[in-house]
Protein backbone atom coordinates (compact mmCIF):
# COMPACT_ATOMS: atom_id res chain seq x y z
CA UNK A 1 0.00 0.00 0.00
CA UNK A 2 0.93 3.72 -0.75
CA UNK A 3 0.66 5.26 2.51
CA UNK A 4 0.55 8.56 0.91
CA UNK A 5 -2.48 7.69 -1.78
CA UNK A 6 -4.20 5.15 -0.42
CA UNK A 7 -3.90 2.76 -2.99
CA UNK A 8 -1.70 -0.49 -4.00
CA UNK A 9 1.80 0.15 -5.56
CA UNK A 10 2.70 -3.03 -7.50
CA UNK A 11 6.80 -2.53 -8.75
CA UNK A 12 6.37 -5.76 -11.20
CA UNK A 13 6.02 -4.61 -14.64
CA UNK A 14 8.81 -2.78 -16.02
CA UNK A 15 9.58 -3.85 -19.24
CA UNK A 16 7.00 -5.32 -19.66
CA UNK A 17 6.00 -5.83 -23.62
CA UNK A 18 3.43 -7.91 -24.86
CA UNK A 19 0.18 -7.31 -23.99
CA UNK A 20 -0.40 -11.01 -23.17
CA UNK A 21 2.12 -10.42 -20.65
CA UNK A 22 0.42 -7.46 -19.09
CA UNK A 23 -2.48 -9.15 -19.06
CA UNK A 24 -0.66 -11.58 -16.92
CA UNK A 25 0.60 -9.68 -14.61
CA UNK A 26 -2.88 -7.56 -14.13
CA UNK A 27 -4.12 -10.87 -13.40
CA UNK A 28 -1.58 -12.07 -10.81
CA UNK A 29 -2.26 -8.62 -9.25
CA UNK A 30 -5.66 -8.62 -9.12
CA UNK A 31 -6.26 -12.65 -8.13
CA UNK A 32 -3.30 -11.87 -5.16
CA UNK A 33 -5.31 -8.52 -4.02
CA UNK A 34 -8.85 -10.34 -3.93
CA UNK A 35 -7.06 -13.16 -2.08
CA UNK A 36 -5.73 -10.99 0.57
CA UNK A 37 -9.03 -8.96 0.80
CA UNK A 38 -11.28 -11.93 1.09
CA UNK A 39 -8.88 -13.04 4.23
CA UNK A 40 -8.93 -9.49 5.72
CA UNK A 41 -12.91 -9.60 5.58
CA UNK A 42 -13.07 -12.87 6.97
CA UNK A 43 -11.33 -11.77 10.09
CA UNK A 44 -8.18 -14.21 9.32
CA UNK A 45 -4.43 -13.28 9.91
CA UNK A 46 -3.09 -11.50 6.38
CA UNK A 47 0.33 -13.54 5.71
CA UNK A 48 3.67 -11.25 6.96
CA UNK A 49 7.26 -11.66 6.93
CA UNK A 50 9.39 -8.98 8.63
CA UNK A 51 11.02 -6.14 7.62
CA UNK A 52 14.48 -7.30 6.73
CA UNK A 53 13.26 -10.22 5.30
CA UNK A 54 11.25 -8.20 2.29
CA UNK A 55 14.35 -6.07 2.29
CA UNK A 56 16.69 -9.58 1.50
CA UNK A 57 13.60 -10.76 -0.91
CA UNK A 58 13.68 -7.48 -3.07
CA UNK A 59 17.47 -7.02 -2.93
CA UNK A 60 17.40 -10.68 -4.37
CA UNK A 61 15.16 -10.41 -6.98
CA UNK A 62 16.42 -7.38 -8.24
CA UNK A 63 20.04 -9.05 -8.02
CA UNK A 64 19.61 -12.52 -9.30
CA UNK A 65 16.07 -11.49 -11.03
CA UNK A 66 14.29 -14.91 -12.48
CA UNK A 67 17.30 -17.02 -10.62
CA UNK A 68 16.86 -15.56 -7.03
CA UNK A 69 16.46 -17.94 -4.31
CA UNK A 70 13.44 -16.13 -2.18
CA UNK A 71 13.05 -16.36 1.58
CA UNK A 72 9.60 -18.26 2.36
CA UNK A 73 9.50 -17.34 6.10
CA UNK A 74 10.78 -16.45 9.18
CA UNK A 75 13.04 -19.80 9.33
CA UNK A 76 15.10 -19.06 6.85
CA UNK A 77 13.74 -21.30 3.73
CA UNK A 78 14.19 -20.51 0.58
CA UNK A 79 12.35 -21.38 -2.78
CA UNK A 80 13.03 -20.54 -6.10
CA UNK A 81 11.83 -17.52 -7.28
CA UNK A 82 10.29 -19.73 -10.91
CA UNK A 83 8.59 -21.97 -8.34
CA UNK A 84 7.45 -19.57 -5.88
CA UNK A 85 5.72 -17.80 -8.73
CA UNK A 86 3.93 -20.86 -10.08
CA UNK A 87 3.10 -22.34 -6.76
CA UNK A 88 1.31 -18.69 -6.44
CA UNK A 89 -0.38 -19.35 -9.87
CA UNK A 90 -1.95 -22.67 -8.85
CA UNK A 91 -2.67 -21.56 -5.74
CA UNK A 92 -5.08 -18.57 -7.09
CA UNK A 93 -5.77 -20.11 -10.19
CA UNK A 94 -9.71 -20.80 -8.50
CA UNK A 95 -9.83 -16.72 -7.42
CA UNK A 96 -8.58 -16.45 -11.46
CA UNK A 97 -11.61 -18.73 -12.42
CA UNK A 98 -14.29 -16.84 -10.66
CA UNK A 99 -12.73 -13.11 -11.50
CA UNK A 100 -12.70 -14.40 -15.35
CA UNK A 101 -9.01 -14.43 -15.74
CA UNK A 102 -7.61 -17.35 -15.59
CA UNK A 103 -5.88 -17.69 -18.92
CA UNK A 104 -3.95 -14.24 -18.28
CA UNK A 105 -2.84 -15.52 -15.02
CA UNK A 106 -1.56 -18.71 -16.99
CA UNK A 107 0.14 -16.99 -19.05
CA UNK A 108 3.17 -16.50 -16.32
CA UNK A 109 4.37 -20.12 -17.27
CA UNK A 110 5.14 -18.78 -20.23
CA UNK A 111 6.80 -15.61 -19.17
CA UNK A 112 9.09 -17.67 -16.63
CA UNK A 113 9.71 -20.17 -20.26
CA UNK A 114 11.27 -17.38 -22.18
CA UNK A 115 12.54 -15.25 -19.72
CA UNK A 116 12.42 -11.30 -19.05
CA UNK A 117 12.26 -9.22 -21.72
CA UNK A 118 15.95 -7.92 -20.47
CA UNK A 119 17.54 -11.06 -21.05
CA UNK A 120 15.16 -11.22 -24.70
CA UNK A 121 16.81 -7.97 -25.84
CA UNK A 122 20.11 -9.34 -24.92
CA UNK A 123 19.49 -12.33 -27.10
CA UNK A 124 18.34 -10.27 -29.55
CA UNK A 125 21.24 -8.00 -29.37
CA UNK A 126 23.68 -10.94 -29.86
CA UNK A 127 22.54 -12.35 -32.73
CA UNK A 128 21.02 -9.18 -34.42
CA UNK A 129 24.05 -7.67 -33.08
CA UNK A 130 22.65 -4.17 -33.44
CA UNK A 131 20.78 -1.80 -31.25
CA UNK A 132 18.16 -1.33 -34.22
CA UNK A 133 18.00 -5.37 -34.06
CA UNK A 134 17.00 -5.34 -30.72
CA UNK A 135 14.60 -2.56 -31.51
CA UNK A 136 13.00 -4.76 -34.20
CA UNK A 137 12.64 -7.78 -31.82
CA UNK A 138 11.37 -5.60 -29.29
CA UNK A 139 8.58 -4.51 -32.12
CA UNK A 140 8.27 -8.37 -33.32
CA UNK A 141 7.09 -8.98 -30.03
CA UNK A 142 4.45 -6.03 -29.67
CA UNK A 143 2.92 -6.71 -33.14
CA UNK A 144 3.10 -10.44 -32.53
CA UNK A 145 1.99 -10.59 -28.72
CA UNK A 146 4.76 -13.58 -28.04
CA UNK A 147 8.13 -13.29 -27.07
CA UNK A 148 10.48 -13.32 -29.11
CA UNK A 149 12.56 -16.19 -29.89
CA UNK A 150 16.39 -16.49 -31.01
Known amino acids: PHPNFGTVELRMSDGVNTLSEVCALAAYAQCLVTYMTELYDGGEQLPTLKRWTLAENKWRAARYAEEAQMIRNEQGD ?59 SLCEEFLEDKPWQA
Open 78 to 136: TVPIREHILEWVNFLTPIAERLGCAKDLAYLGVILEHGPSYKRQRLAFAERGSLEGVVD
